[in-house]
């Protein structure tokens, strides 16, 4: 990045017009680093909150929903936004979509740092997880657009590597940052890579005069989707995460019931809208297609549980086992370090020559880990120790890792052309939803068996959830093929 920097800056890049060139753009891999570094940038800032949850509590004096809040708005909002923010960029450009998104991302994270009250807070979260849902689509379509046929595998085969290290590193440089200047550094250190990052997109991409990257085909802007399926994802959140403190009344349930028709009704909606040949903001067709359906479902109850476990492991570690921040995130290292490894092996050798077997493999020795975990929690009762855990961590690492690489590759291997835009922003943001629910769910039943039995027993109920939730993951695992591609070996 320093190199952009450092470099004089045009107004207009003329050579952004040669993005469609066969031979591709000739700073395809500049710009492939700055699409990185802003993906870096989000998938940290979805996991270094974690570890700050406690500073933040003792600081603004948050309540535990509040927390679930600052935790998985981000999330909601993240997928809320995921494919209407796809589209944007196909209708307005995704050159200006993506100089929008980081400015917005940038600023919400200032915002953030300076926040005086769990409300702003969370406030500045949602905004903060909107501009990423604009941001983050822009640069797969710019890179597709910029390099030739033969070198887009290798391109989109770095960013495995870079979501693993990411995933390693967020939980060390968020308690770093706590343990050094305080929570409010979490937030502030997007601050100056924001800054870099849009100087090097106007070294790289250009700020003014025609847009290069705008698609051929411009759909229209699906404004009626859009806000069904926001409000179908508020409708069910909001009560899930506030229900425990309210006491669960009525209009909690309810709220839940009008969650599920509006659904129906968005449904409904869009396949009008295709009838009618209006772009839809999802295409209909794709639910028609039992492996991307089964692997919508496995994919949103899978990261369900992961996601709302390594919230609620986070607070267990710091409210429960006295863990500094840098301590807590240290201890989740051999977690990360194994979803590497599984990964290497499900997207490498695994997957292709073991097909569908592959996710249940992975499933089990992850529910080994888990099993494991519990042992070690369980045993230990209040003196537990991050090298106790090391080892189950490890291997539920492992298990994640094998499980997830070739996942992806089995939703949307049978999804046709027209459909993989579409295919990806869903499957994308079920992701963010899952964890957003995840961390609803899981978050609220760990605070309601800590209020009564304490943390180390509402850790051992949550494994035990976790264990459940990756047995219904296998059931759901047998509604996609036996293999990705029929010529995988």
Known sequence: MSNIVLNQVPDVVPDALEAEAPQGHPRRWA??????????????????????????????????????????????????????????????????LFLVGVAGFTLMSALCGA????EMLIATRLLQGLFAAIMIPQGFGILKQVFPDEELGKAFGLFGPVIGLSAVLGPVIGGLLVDGPGWRGIFLVNVPLGIAALIGARRLLGWVGPDPFKAKDRPTLDLGGAALVSLAAGL????????????????TYAS?????ATLGVFALYER???????????????????AFSGGLVTALVFFAGMIGLMLVFTLYLQLGQGFSAIGAGLALVPWSLGTAIGAGAGAGALGPKLGRPTLHLG?????????????????????????????????????????LAPLFDFVLAGVEDHEVGSASGVLNAMQQLGGAIGIAVIGTLFFSVADHHGITTALEKMLYVEAGVLLVAM???????????????
Do not use: C
């Open 31 to 96: 710009i492939l680093a700055l699409i990185l570094a802003v993906e870096v940038m989000d998938l940290i800032d979805g996991t270094i909150v974690n570890v700050a949850s406690p500073a933040i509590r003792g600081s603004l004096g948050a309540s535990l929903s509040a927390l679930q809040w600052i935790a998985g708005g981000y999330a909601l909002t993240f997928a809320i936004g995921l494919v209407t923010g796809g589209r944007l960029g196909d209708i307005f450009g995704r050159r200006r």
């Open 115 to 118: 926040a005086q009250s769990p």
């Open 236 to 251: 069910l959140i909001y009560p899930l995460i506030q229900g425990r403190e309210a006491g669960w009344p009525a209009w």
């Open 256 to 260: 839940i019931a009008a969650a599920i």
């Open 272 to 290: 009008r809208r295709e009838r009618h040949g209006v772009s839809p903001l999802v295409t209909p067709s794709l639910f028609r297609k039992r």
């Open 363 to 403: 499933l089990i020795v992850m529910l080994g880990g888990i099993l494991g975990m519990l042992a070690v929690v369980h045993g230990a009762g209040d003196d537990v120790s991050a090298w106790g855990l090391a080892g189950p961590e490890l291997l539920a690492g492992i298990g994640m890792g094998a499980m």
């Open 475 to 489: 059931g759901l695992v047998f509604l996609l093929p036996m293999r990705a591609r029929e010529n995988d070996l």
